[in-house]
């Protein structure tokens, strides 16, 4: 019964009489630092001329790509993007391209990867660019890629052409 009658009077009596407002603060001698930083994934490197193909007339065309990973790194670490919108424009990973199945090789001794053109690309050309980049991936980072552009040429992949790009 006690409690209850002294619950009430405790606030009755910090209402009245309400705390003086204080300033209050601490200092504390003791320093702390640290750093961050980002992972730097190391790009690829192109081991070779890349080379156009043209299939027949077009048909069946196909780009390959000579690229070795950086030291540690191995194909399953590996993505292809592209670009068809000319060179300079965003680069996507090619949907539904299969990179294991057509790239032959190894860590040690390098890659030689094939990306086949579209259709339409490779039989009417009207020198369509392609830029091709293989990229590194790992913990969420991406590395700078190595590229390479593409010429399907005029029609039927004639005059059609590959060139490594200089590294980004």
Known sequence: M???LALPLAVVLSVVNPPSVTEAAWQRGQYSSG???????????????????????GAGAFVRILWKPPAGYTLANAEVQASTS?????????TGY????????NATSGYITE?????????IGLGTELQIAIVIKDLG?????????????LVGGLGGNCRNLPAA
């Not at 961050?36 to 007339?57: K, S």
């Not at 000319?86 to 090619?94: F, H, I, N, Q, T």
């Open 2 to 4: 006690g409690l209850l």
């Open 35 to 57: 750093s961050f930083g980002t992972v730097t994934i190391p790009a690829p490197t192109l081991n070779g001329q890349c080379t156009y193909d043209p299939g027949f007339l």
């Open 86 to 94: 000319g060179l300079g424009s965003a680069l996507a990973p090619l």
């Open 98 to 105: 299969n990179l294991a199945g057509n790239t032959t090789g």
């Open 115 to 123: 990306v086949q053109t579209n259709l339409l690309g490779g039989l």
């Open 141 to 153: 980072w991406t590395s700078k890629p190595a590229s390479v552009a593409s010429n399907a040429g």
